[in-house]
């Protein structure tokens, strides 16, 4: 908002901060089939990427309806004990889990100018990332090998809170572990209603990146990349000093 100064930023993570493909069998998942063949599992590849298509789609669909979240964990011992036919021992589905988030990380990437962007942000602002996740250490991991897990106050995820965006529990988390007022926050992302609608009925002031103008949103909240953010945040600080 023009005149606006904020103390915080509160980021997105997957589409945000780093680019990602959502889907769960497109990158490739040799290694957690032949886990599965190796523990006696009686399908082919493909039947394979079935399943557990079928599975994750049963945990969204039930997410859907009240954006409660699920732990891979969940999601994994359910799938394990429909492919093996038997209950999993709680090791099989940590190296199961393991091996597939490790594999669904190669359509992780990141992007250039997001790590100096970050950076610049947080010589006069505070920082957080909301993030939907289904496992509670891979968006700190991914920060840590970004460099720039010391630029962050705080990393709340809706696998550790229980619910997803855009529930209005995770906001209040995120705010809560900051110790500040919603309108004391920015928040971006790049879906509307996890990342703009939600914090906006928050009581944040919300940046959508919308490089295809799609959203039904103000045109001085749109961002081409998350790194159009702190030039805009410095325009409308300079807005206030001039008020």
């Known amino acids: 908002m023009p005149g606006t100064r904020h103390s915080h930023v509160l980021f997105d993570f997957f589409g945000t901060l780093v680019a990602y493909n959502a889907s769960r069998v497109e990158q490739g998942y040799a290694r957690s089939h032949a886990l599965l063949v190796r523990w006696g599992a009686d399908l082919s ?94 968006v700190p991991n991914h920060l840590r090998a970004m460099g720039l897990w010391s630029s962050f106050d705080a990393v709340v995820t809706s696998v550790d809170v229980g619910w997803r965006k855009p529930h209005p529990k995770i906001y209040a988390v995120a705010l809560d572990a900051l110790g500040i007022d919603a309108g004391d926050a920015v928040f971006v992302g790049d879906s509307f209603e996890p990342d703009f609608a939600g914090p906006e009925r928050a009581g944040m002031t919300a940046f959508l990146i919308d490089p295809d103008r799609r959203a039904p949103v103000p045109g001085d909240r749109r961002l081409d990349s998350v790194v159009d953010l702190p030039a805009r945040l410095r325009a409308q600080a300079a807005g206030s000093a001039g008020a």
């Open 45 to 138: 590849y493909p039947d394979f990427l079935g399943a557990w298509s079928r599975t994750t789609d049963q945990f969204d669909r039930l997410s859907d309806r009240d954006d409660h979240e699920f732990s891979m964990t969940e999601v994994g011992t359910v799938f394990l004990a429909g492919v093996l036919g038997r209950a999993p021992a709680p090791t099989e589905v940590e190296t199961f889990v393991v091996e597939y988030v490790d594999e669904w990380n190669t359509g992780v990437t990141y992007q250039d100018g997001v790590a100096a962007c970050v950076r610049d942000l947080a010589r006069d602002h505070r920082l957080a990332v909301v993030s939907n996740t289904h496992q509670s250490d891979l």
